[in-house]
């Protein structure tokens, strides 16, 4: 019979609060939070081997950073204001991943997208600017233009997937609530997600429990409806959240905690 194989495993000093990827490497930036010792770290994972790249990576200040994208091998971090305007963007610096050299840091200047030619940041007064994505040079560009053209980067492919949320309303629900039932004697509540790769599906959904509270479910099936594993993500959550489930390179990660991500291997396709 056909499983997932359980391929990496990490576990991080912190929550994890936010994930970026490069879909075209493969690999995966996470930032990790530790809200009792005040420290942001960043750390960088190539999805196809599991190769931790980037371990930990801290800039001096602690607190007043954030993830804004991975691409090219470059990491690139967003920092906020903690004085005057608390929480404000401002700052964007760019780490080489594999050397940890800290590329350059450009004051006042906030994360719009990456596109073929360069970064777009935008100055504290919201002039759009296009820099060179490892000097920090500015290039030429037309400020309007680029303004124009911003739509919220997301690369097409299948290299990363997230899973689509379907709401009751969904056309979608009530197939994949019935699926649950018979499959799992489930009754699924509130939004139901689903993932589908070459070889297998991945189903997502919320159970809840006599004290409104949740269980989370993951379950995945081969495309021709053979069983691969069920996976509970949350034994007592106070309510559904987004996916804790997403491919990257090759394999299935899963967030079934807080300070954990599980990396599977993906089924191979039958001939």
């Known amino acids: 019979m056909a499983s997932l194989k359980l391929s990496t495993e990490y576990t991080f000093q912190g929550a994890i609060w936010r994930l970026e990827v490069d879909p075209e490497q493969g690999w995966l930036a996470v930032e990790v939070r530790n809200a009792e010792t005040l420290q942001v770290s960043f750390s960088v994972i190539d999805g196809h081997t599991g190769k931790v790249i980037l371990n930990h990576f801290r800039l001096p200040d602690p607190w007043w950073v954030s993830l804004a994208a991975l691409q090219d091998q470059l990491l690139y971090l967003q920092g906020f204001e903690k004085t005057q305007?608390?929480?404000?963007?401002?700052?964007?610096?760019?780490?080489?991943?594999?050397?940890?050299?800290?590329?350059?840091?450009?004051?006042?200047?906030?994360?719009?997208k990456s596109q073929k030619n360069g970064l777009v940041l935008a100055d504290s007064v919201g002039i759009h600017h296009l820099v060179h994505p490892r000097s920090g040079a500015l290039l030429p560009s037309d400020a309007k233009a680029l303004k124009q053209k911003i739509s919220g980067l997301e690369k097409a492919t299948r290299a990363w997937q997230r899973p689509v949320q379907h709401s009751p309303e969904s056309p979608y629900f009530q197939g994949l609530a019935d699926f649950i039932l018979e499959g799992e004697g489930h009754r699924p509540e509130q939004e139901i997600a689903y993932l589908e790769t070459e070889t297998f599906f991945c189903v997502g959904y919320h159970l809840k429990k006599e004290n409104d509270r949740f269980m989370n479910f993951l379950v995945t099936y081969t495309l021709g409806g053979e069983p691969l594993g069920k996976l509970c993500l949350s034994q007592d959550a106070g309510a559904p959240g987004e996916p804790g489930f997403f491919t990257l390179g090759g394999k299935l990660f899963v967030l079934p905690e807080k300070s954990k991500l599980v990396g599977y291997s993906f089924p191979k396709a039958s001939n």
């Not at 929480?87 to 450009?106: H, M, N, S, W, Y």
């Open 85 to 112: 305007h608390l929480g404000l963007p401002k700052g964007v610096t760019a780490i080489d991943c594999r050397t940890q050299e800290v590329l350059f840091t450009l004051l006042h200047m906030q994360w719009v």
